[in-house]
């Protein structure tokens, strides 16, 4: 296990953009109403927003949660020290997403850009990163901005019931800012023989997403609980017990065996799959932005799992933050 404390540095804001179009698992032509409803059941997922206008490109989706994110933190973008990106779904390998993000929208020449290659677990990931980044920084005042997700939608193929009614299009960007004082706590893990249960393969139509839902669920299930537990364990105390446990929404089967697990009641652990879907690495800051508007500071357990197999949790304390209010294009 990677088990690592981070000193320094606190979540300032987040923003999360998806396309307006929605989905009704519903309406999916090539199951019956039976099937659907158990589908339903099952993931608990009945809508899904998914990319229709081609010409919106993940690239565009970052660019206006990044717009929203400087607007709400009133931060100017030259302030900005650090920029990643966390997708799976660029239109081309080369330049990187986040050069070319860092060009069209002006940043400052002095700002470090590149992309993380990383699915469902890519928040936290991105997260420790980006802390990592910032902590080591030879300056006093520094700013970080991380952008998550992925327009899953252009990895499905439309007849492919494994994927289709899972997956949503979405992106959230996170400002991160080096305040001196703040402690944060992350447990990363890779369990790399579980590769193919999320891969993407080859045909003659395209690159397409396949999964494996009965080896995701025992990989979840054997090692997310377990990765979450020792990194309470390690640091979680009485002052700094999660006031929530935000998982990254995989389906509701699976995470509804994780809380089983380690022991999250029902009302600490928010749940947005039913409206929303699996949107990928956005999944934890779209969910914590859609369930946090109520509280003032506390603790948060975030936890992603997914693709590779790569698991990681972080234990934050949360104070202070502007959360954007959803954006649809």
Known sequence: MALSKINGVKIRGMASVLPSNKEDNL?????????????IKHTGIRFRHVVKDKSLSVKGLFKNAID??????????????????????????IPSLACQIHGEMDFSTTALAYDINSGCSGFVYGLHTASQLLSSLDQKEKRAILCCGDISSSLTEKNDMAVKPIFSDAVSAIGIEFDGTSESY??????????????????????WMRMDGIDVFNYAVKYVPNNIKTLLDKYSVEKNKPKMYVLHQANLLINKAIMKVIGAKEGEVPNTLHDYGNTASASIPLTFSLNWQDKKTGWVLFSGFGVGFSVASALVKIEGIKIAKTKFI
């Open 68 to 93: 929203e994110l400087l607007e709400t933190l009133d931060w100017n973008k030259k302030s900005i020290d650090v920029l990643l990106i966390v997708t799976q779904t660029t239109q081309s390998p």
């Open 186 to 207: 992350f447990n990363l893990e890779t369990f790399g023989k579980g590769q193919k249960a999320i891969s993407l393969e080859k045909n003659e139509t395209g690159n």
């Open 27 to 39: 309406q999916i032509s090539n199951l019956d109403l039976s099937q659907k409803e158990e589908l």
